[in-house]
């Protein structure tokens, strides 16, 4: 059973829009951990945040911020004023069970 | 500072042969981990390691599939007989392994990848 799921395969956006990326997540488990990353198109993964699953405060960092909704099991990303360098694949993932589970990724183009 | 290094950047074979990719944490960084990222798909766990020893290989699909560390820094992961499925990106990270850090707490710092296809 897929354990995240990110809705949205690619999104295309100009520059300076504010764009919000979805992320939704199974688990069974009472605590776990949630991230985000960032793939630009040189291939290295970039972390970005990580959340535990007691702290649903969102947080902002930048024109980043995350909102972490645990009643319906989402962890979205907003990038406000978006950036041609912000173009990248965005990779949400969750922790449990002693495994890494990585959503397929939405691909962001952000065009001048 | 460098980053993680991988090599090759690029394998092919062909089906039923053994290879070795390669990675290089960053200095001095003692948690090590692979992941598999399949096309379109994001990254897929392996393996961790935390020195010299796998503190978690959970992620290995099969028994064709091993990594060592020997010696607590360069990793190298080794696949028997591969199959057309082994296909794919192949990831390393490396992490500081900070005292009191886990796998969850402790940020990871990947490397470009190995792409690996098998004919």
């Known amino acids: 059973a897929q354990k995240v799921t990110q809705a949205q395969t690619e999104i295309s956006v100009v520059e300076k829009e504010d764009v919000t990326l979805d992320c939704v997540y199974e688990?069974?488990?009472?605590?776990?951990?949630l991230f985000w990353y960032k793939q630009p198109p040189s291939g290295e993964l970039v972390f970005l945040i990580r959340?535990?699953?007691?702290?649903?405060q969102n947080e902002i960092s930048g024109r980043y911020s995350w909102n972490f909704q645990k009643s319906t099991s989402s962890f979205n990303f907003t990038i406000t004023a978006s950036q041609v360098v912000d173009s990248a694949v965005y990779f949400c993932?969750?922790?449990?069970?002693?495994?890494?589970?990585f959503g397929s990724g939405t691909k962001l183009n952000v065009k001048p | 500072g460098a980053g993680v290094s991988q090599t090759p950047s690029n394998k092919v074979t062909e089906k039923g042969k053994y290879v070795e990719l390669r990675c290089d944490p960053i200095?001095?960084?003692?948690?090590l981990y692979w992941y598999r990222q399949s096309l379109g798909q994001g990254p897929e766990f392996l393996i961790y390691?935390?020195?010299?020893?796998?503190?978690?290989d959970s992620g290995l699909p099969n028994d064709r599939f091993f990594a060592v560390r020997p010696e607590g820094s360069v990793s190298t992961l080794k696949i028997q007989r591969t199959e057309r499925g082994d296909s794919a990106v192949y990831l390393c990270?490396?992490?500081?392994?900070?005292?009191?850090?886990?796998?969850?707490?402790?940020?990871?710092?990947f490397g470009p990848g190995t792409r690996l296809t098998v004919l």
């Open positions: 200095s001095g960084h003692t948690a």
């Open positions: 990270a490396s992490s500081p392994g900070l005292a009191g850090a886990t796998i969850l707490t402790d940020t990871q710092y």
């Open positions: 993932g969750v922790y449990n069970f002693n495994k890494f589970y």
């Open positions: 390691f935390q020195g010299t020893g796998a503190a978690d």
């Open positions: 688990t069974r488990d009472t605590t776990y951990y």
């Open positions: 959340r535990n699953s007691f702290d649903e």
